[in-house]
T-cell receptor, first 111, second 113 residues
Framework: NAGVTQTPKFQVLKTGQSMTLQCAQD?????MYWYRQDPGMGLRLIYY???????DKGEVPNGYNVSRLNKREFSLRLESAAPSQTSVYFC??????????FGSGTRLTVV | DAKTTQPPSMDCAEGRAANLPCNHS???????VYWYRQIHSQGPQYIIH?????ETNEMASLIITEDRKSSTLILPHATLRDTAVYYC??????????????WGAGTKLIIKP
């Protein structure tokens, strides 16, 4: 099915470890986004990419880096994970006036 | 801070119409009203959007007041599968822009048998 695919679905990290969350979309969308969602909260934008080759900071970029590898793929990297980064991470894409398409999320726990 | 205000929770009987209100009193002339829902920690799902006219699709209807300061999402025949958190968001010129969407806490809608 067309949509946004995120990997992995679950991850447990130790404090200080690094990891990369992968996201790919097959809808030929220009824009892609990374959000985090803490329990009982709405989504907060970490980084976004309006088009291939460009990235910009969102509301909560500290501790994260991103790469827009090509039009399909947008990855999020945690260089040195901290317990405060325990959250659910959602990738999304958009290419029209008909709303964002979200992935199913990555549930990350940092111990 | 979110640019919209929604009640934290609502109940609705299965088979009845669910009416979810949203206040956006500071909405600008170029901002659309978007509705999303999130079912049990899944990724949010787009429902509908509008600028100033009422809109309807296969999922829901959106009623926007004439002054555009509030809107109502209507699920005409709610089912148990409509239990979710519903988010109302305002965004200018459609969402394929560099605008940072601000997500509030939404309304938790519980459909009861």
């Amino acid at each position: 099915n067309a949509g946004v695919t995120q990997t992995p679905k679950f991850q447990v990290l130790k404090t200080g470890q690094s990891m990369t969350l992968q996201c790919a979309q097959d809808m030929n969308h220009n824009s892609m986004y990374w959000y985090r969602q803490d329990p009982g909260m709405g989504l907060r934008l970490i980084y976004y990419s309006a088009s291939e080759g460009t990235t910009d900071k969102g509301e909560v970029p500290n501790g994260y880096n991103v790469s827009r590898l090509n039009k399909r793929e947008f990855s999020l990297r945690l260089e040195s994970a901290a317990p405060s980064q325990t959250s659910v991470y959602f990738c999304a894409s958009s290419g029209s006036n008909y709303g964002y398409t979200f992935g199913s999320g990555t549930r990350l726990t940092v111990v | 801070d979110a640019k919209t205000t929604q009640p934290p929770s609502m109940d609705c009987a299965e088979g009845r119409a669910a009416n979810l209100p949203c206040n956006h009193s500071t909405i600008s002339g170029n901002e659309y009203v978007y509705w999303y829902r999130q079912i049990h920690s899944q990724g949010p799902q787009y429902i509908i959007h509008g600028l100033k006219n009422n809109e309807t699709n296969e999922m829901a209807s959106l009623i926007i007041t004439e002054d555009r300061k509030s809107s109502t999402l209507i699920l005409p025949h709610a089912t148990l599968r409509d239990t979710a958190v519903y988010y109302c968001i305002v965004s200018p010129q459609g969402q394929d822009s560099n605008y940072q969407l601000i997500w509030g806490a939404g309304t938790k809608l519980i459909i009861k048998p």
